[in-house]
């Protein structure tokens, strides 16, 4: 029986030497806030149905200055996710045509953006209103 050991690839660190994977990495860690997000809005339901004293509290928790600030944290970072995750979408969509001509990226990445950008003035419009 020999000693011989396989070859294994040095694995440390292969995503910091392409400026691709820096981005994708980067991008698919900010699912974590997200997903981070989610949960805030999940939690603020769950207290929602325990009661007014929940509620209350819950929109306490939510004033407080650290509250404040992580969620800035993740609005930041949801807005990088959303960025790259329209930017990624012309080489994930079929060739888009209108009028016989090939949609360029650039406009598929405006549109999207775009998009994105009137939805959520319309959500924070509609809570604005609600607010009120």
Avoid: D
């Avoid at 997903?35 to 509620?55: I, K, T």
């Avoid at 790259?84 to 060739?95: A, D, N, S």
Wanted: glycine share 10%.
């Amino acid at each position: 029986m020999t000693a011989r050991r396989p070859y294994k690839r040095p694995m440390q660190g292969w995503w910091c030497k392409n400026p691709y994977f820096v981005e994708y990495v980067i991008h698919e860690a900010t699912a974590c806030f997200v997903a981070a997000y989610a949960l805030v809005l999940l939690s603020g339901l769950l207290c929602l149905v325990q009661g007014e004293a929940a509620w209350n509290l819950w929109l306490a928790v939510l004033r407080s200055p650290w509250s404040i600030v992580a969620h800035g944290v993740m609005l930041l970072a949801m807005c990088y996710h959303s960025y790259t995750w329209f930017k990624i979408m012309p080489k994930t969509l079929p060739p888009v045509v209108v009028g016989g001509k090939r949609l360029s990226a650039g406009a598929i990445t405006g549109g999207g953006l775009l998009a994105a950008m009137i939805a959520s003035a319309l959500v924070i419009g509609l809570a604005w209103g609600v607010l009120q």
